[in-house]
Nanobody, 118 residues
Framework: VQLVESGGGLVQAGGSLRLSCVAS????????IGWFRQAPGKEREGVAC????????DYADSVKGRFTISSDNRKNAVYLQMNSLKVEDTAVYYC????????????WGKGTQVTVSS
């Protein structure tokens, strides 16, 4: 199983970024794909999750209305569109594969850094 993230970077508060995750090595359409994040000194937090088979999604309250998760099953890819970014969104963002949006991930990407400046 391999998950490769891209799209992180530095952005000003109020700006937008789009993260991408390309998955391989498992049945993409049968699993849930999600994004976690970890800020310095804080625990990892589940941000968003999608069931690629039907497109249903789940979001943390802290990002609802600002972040959108989507998938492209032809490309085995999942995206996280992040709008209205806040300084507190600064973290390393990890793409994860999990049996459901409520299960522990069974695979993690290496992460991509998102830094939001004030």
């Amino acid at each position: 199983v391999q998950l490769v993230e891209s799209g992180g970077g530095l952005v000003q508060a109020g700006g937008s970024l789009r993260l991408s995750c390309v998955a391989s090595g498992f049945s993409f359409g049968e699993e849930a794909i999600g994004w976690f994040r970890q800020a310095p000194g804080k625990e990892r937090e589940g941000v968003a999750c999608i069931y690629s088979r039907d497109g249903s999604t789940d979001y943390a309250d802290s990002v609802k209305g600002r972040f959108t998760i989507s998938s492209d099953n032809r490309k085995n890819a999942v995206y996280l569109q992040m709008n209205s970014l806040k300084v507190e969104d600064t973290a390393v963002y990890y793409c994860v594969a999990r049996g459901s949006c409520f299960a522990e991930p069974f695979s993690w990407g290496k992460g991509t850094q998102v830094t939001v400046s004030s």
